[in-house]
């Protein structure tokens, strides 16, 4: 079946310095998946943080980047500066399109950014 | 924005009794979703729910587990009975189901089994 693997546990980053949450996916039931990372702020429902459905493209929104690497599958999530407010957890996920979309999700990566 | 509203957010029930979580979900949207996720491990797909079937349920979808959405009110999942392994939080979730459409989720309700 289809799955997501990405960096386990909690990263802490320092306010202002770079960060990467890596992920690789494996779609067996998909011939061409939409990769999307979603985000948890604390006390908050999942919500999407970007997405690209096309292979070698860029996704991007406040400040985060993720490409999507079909050779390699992965779609690593990069942000040069993180911000104290960036702490969550985030979710790398696969799916289909329209009423496929069904995601599978990675465990999470928990994100602690100190001032 | 949108919202996918999950009442209520903690649950503690006996084993062996029933159960319903309740999900009210974004008002035009009509395809609904059910995830489970239990503590340290991932979200995974339970069910997804489409004019008024089941579209495709996980192996996670016991026998014990049956979902409905009465005439447009609450997208609920019944769990009767509960074992003490349906122990998790259960996220629902809703999208319109059009191609690139954005899936909204709830914050999720914790159910305890004791």
């Known amino acids: 079946g289809d799955s997501v693997t990405q960096t386990e546990g909690q990263v802490t980053v320092s306010e202002s310095k770079s960060l990467i949450i890596n ?4 779609a067996t039931s998909i011939a061409y ?5 979603y985000v948890r702020y604390p006390g ?44 969550a957890v ?9 009423g496929n979309y069904k995601p599978t999700f990675g465990k999470g990566t928990s994100l602690v950014v100190h001032p | 924005g949108p919202k996918v509203l999950q ?5 503690i029930i006996d084993m062996g009794q029933m159960v319903t979580l309740n999900c009210d979900p974004v008002s035009n949207h009509l395809y609904f979703y059910w995830y ?12 997804n729910f489409y004019n008024g079937k089941v579209m495709e349920k996980s192996k996670l979808f016991k026998d014990q587990f049956s979902v409905e959405r ?39 309700t914790r159910l305890t089994v004791v």
Not at chain 1, 49 to 75: D, H, M, P, W
Not at chain 2, 36 to 47: S, Y
């Open chain 1, 44 to 87: 908050e429902g999942l919500q999407l943080l970007l997405k690209v459905i096309t292979a070698g493209q860029k996704g991007s929104s406040r400040g985060f980047e993720a490409t999507y690497n079909k050779e390699t599958t992965s779609f690593h999530l990069q942000k040069a500066s993180v911000q104290e407010s960036d702490s």
């Open chain 2, 36 to 47: 489970k996720q239990i503590l340290g491990q991932q979200m995974e797909f339970l069910v």
């Open chain 2, 7 to 11: 009442i209520p957010s903690h649950q």
């Open chain 2, 70 to 108: 009465p005439d447009g009110s609450y997208f609920t999942l019944k769990i009767q009975p509960t074992a003490l392994e349906d122990s998790a939080v259960y996220f629902c979730a809703s999208s319109t189901g059009t191609a690139n459409t954005e899936v909204f989720f709830g914050k999720g």
């Open chain 1, 33 to 37: 998946p939409n990769l999307f990372w």
């Open chain 1, 90 to 98: 985030y979710y790398c996920a696969l799916g289909g399109s329209g």
């Open chain 1, 23 to 26: 992920c690789t996916y494996s």
